[in-house]
């Protein structure tokens, strides 16, 4: 999964980036829109695979992973075109997280610029963003469409495209992000190409002082606000400055310091276990003494497209899927008492995987 950290420049954004990446990026280093942007890879965090790894002491250890891909900052009032460069970065990421300032002189609603128009300036970007590229595509297949070319199935299409198009393009003039259109599965795979970027799922972090009632309050705030229907966007706070600072410090301080703090969980792990949701990911788990491995898939998806993120292989000869809850297995302590128990299940090729399933694929050489 790829996660696009995003926000105007002041937000903080490189601070979270740095936070979140435990890296070490210049702050504030970025002289033009069109530098390259930071990246990161991380290791995703899971306790379930942590007691599996326990489980079975495999040779090899393999967490899922995240990309993080933290752009320069967005100019308010720059224009499409300028703003169009910096965001190209963006259109293959699965999640944008959108960084707003609320820290310093910027801690309330009652301030002047507020985190409130940072959100609506930055959503404002990515609509314009979004316009632009619907409108050259509109443009082109109406002009296709008129030459009336091809064959009866290439002119159908077309004509799909045009509908679609328009209705995308009305929205977007209205500035509605395409995430909040009822849209058809084949409709979204038809746009997939075009990385647009108000489809995308949006996390907006809240880039606070202190992670207190005050910060929660003002989350409270923002969701009232920005009136959040949606299920692809969600609002919540870091303290980046905070974690970028904890990261620099051995384990043992740092549980030391979240625990005077009252800090219970990373924001690593807040917003990782966010973004999953957001794009609608589970997790499954392959197990054995010679690896434990976390593999991401989407929401829905069969035994047969889990066996083929593994391996193509494993997904042209499938022939069933051995089934288990990863507590289950914990539970029991080995796959033959879980069969034992009646646990273990076997599953064919529609079996729609679930979060924290372990799976094991049998299939023909």
Request: charged share 25%; aromatic share 6%.
């Amino acid at each position: 999964m790829q996660i696009g950290i995003m926000g105007l420049p002041g937000a903080g954004k490189t601070t979270v980036f740095n936070a979140l990446a435990r890296a070490q990026a210049a702050v504030g280093g970025y002289s033009a829109p069109t530098a390259q942007p930071n990246l990161a890879v991380v290791k995703v965090p899971d306790p379930r695979l942590d007691a599996l790894g326990s489980l079975f002491n495999p040779k090899k250890f393999t967490p899922a992973e995240v990309q993080y891909v933290d752009v320069a900052g967005i100019v308010r009032g720059s224009g499409s075109e300028s703003a169009g460069s910096l965001l190209a970065h963006l259109r293959n990421t699965d999640v944008l997280l959108v960084v707003a300032r609320a820290f310093g002189s910027v801690a309330t609603l009652g301030t002047e610029p507020t985190p409130l128009d940072d959100i609506e300036a930055v959503r404002l970007e990515l609509v314009l963003a979004d316009l632009d590229v619907v409108e050259k595509r509109l443009e082109r297949v109406r002009k296709e469409a008129q030459y009336n070319k091809g064959t009866p199935a290439e002119r159908q299409v077309r004509e799909i495209e045009v509908e679609l198009f328009g209705r995308l393009h009305t929205a977007l003039a209205d500035e509605r992000p395409v995430r909040d259109l009822e849209l058809t599965v084949a409709e979204q795979k038809l746009l997939r190409g075009y990385g647009l970027l108000t489809a995308k799922p949006m996390l907006i972090l809240v880039n606070v002082s202190e992670p207190d009632a005050t910060a929660d309050a003002l989350i409270e705030q923002l969701r009232a606000r920005l009136g959040i229907h949606s299920m692809g966007t969600e609002v919540a706070s870091l303290a980046g400055k905070l974690e970028m600072e904890l990261v620099e410090l051995s384990d043992a301080e740092a549980a030391e310091f979240t625990e005077a703090l009252g800090i219970t969980e990373s924001g690593l792990t807040r917003v990782i276990q966010l973004s999953y949701q957001l794009a609608r990911l589970v997790s499954f788990f392959t197990v054995g003494p010679d690896e434990c491995r976390a593999w991401t898939l989407r929401s829905g998806s069969s035994a047969v497209e889990a066996a083929g993120s593994i391996h193509s292989d494993l997904a042209r000869g499938f022939i069933r899927a051995e089934v288990i809850p990863w507590d289950h297995l914990i539970d029991a302590g080995s796959f033959v008492e879980a069969r034992k128990r009646g646990q273990l299940r076997s599953e064919g090729k529609t079996y729609q995987v679930q979060d924290g399933d372990v799976i094991e694929v049998l299939f023909n050489v």
